[in-house]
């Protein structure tokens, strides 16, 4: 949990550079770019020990693979807090997405939603790091294509994004176990080969709106 409220400050950070603010797709980018950095030096600290190199190479990217229900046991109530407080706020969620001028407008405290969003964020994230690893662009393929046929309520884009979201890791981790049997690929693998196409596409939709 302190990885990741790092990572969220660091994000925002870097998001909130230059004009405009903290823009999706700026946090999206710096997001990346911080991703990038740390694997780097993950690398850089476990290549000089084989053997830990051997132990921690199959977890960097994430898997479903060797979970006890004692881990889940541990992670459960953190994530339980997280969305409880996700759902809590999605009408706010909302108000804010049209804009902070129009939620100021409309008498909202746009820092208090803000910070209370990025501590649900926090929980959820780190909750879901600690139980598989960072399986990566879950979080961004599932909010996108929900918002596709549920609209802009975040009040209907945050469950169904977790149960989307959800699918989509056990669908990817079903195909990653018997794409290559008798041996199986980590389904952080398999997330990132579909998940990178669809950021690049998003990537270019961002621009050209």
Do not use: C
């Not at 929900?146 to 989307?164: E, H, K, M, N, Q």
Request: aromatic fraction near 8%.
């Amino acid at each position: 949990m302190i990885g990741a409220t790092g990572a969220a400050v660091v994000v925002y950070g870097l998001g909130s550079m230059g004009r405009g603010g903290a823009t999706p797709l700026r946090l999206t980018l710096a997001g990346v770019i911080l991703t990038a950095f740390l694997g780097a030096f993950t690398t850089a600290l476990l290549i000089t020990d084989q053997d830990t190199l051997d132990q921690i190479r199959f977890w960097t990217v994430g898997s479903l693979a060797g979970r006890e229900w004692d881990l889940l046991v541990l992670t459960v109530p953190y994530m339980v807090i997280g969305m409880v407080g996700a759902l809590v706020m999605a009408r706010q969620i909302t108000t804010i997405s049209l804009g902070e001028d129009i939620a100021a407008g409309l008498g909202q405290n746009t820092l208090s939603v803000k910070l209370l969003s990025a501590g649900s964020t926090v929980l959820l994230a780190g909750g879901a790091v600690a139980l598989a690893g960072p399986i990566g662009f879950v979080g961004l393929v599932a909010p996108h294509v929900v918002r596709f046929f549920v609209g802009t309520d975040y009040r209907w884009i945050l469950p169904y994004s977790a149960l989307v979201g959800g699918l989509l890791v056990i669908g990817g981790d079903m195909v990653a176990r018997i794409i290559i049997r008798p041996q199986e690929l980590p389904v952080g693998v398999m997330m990132g080969l579909l998940g990178a196409p669809f950021f690049i596409y998003l990537a270019r939709w961002k621009v050209k709106s």
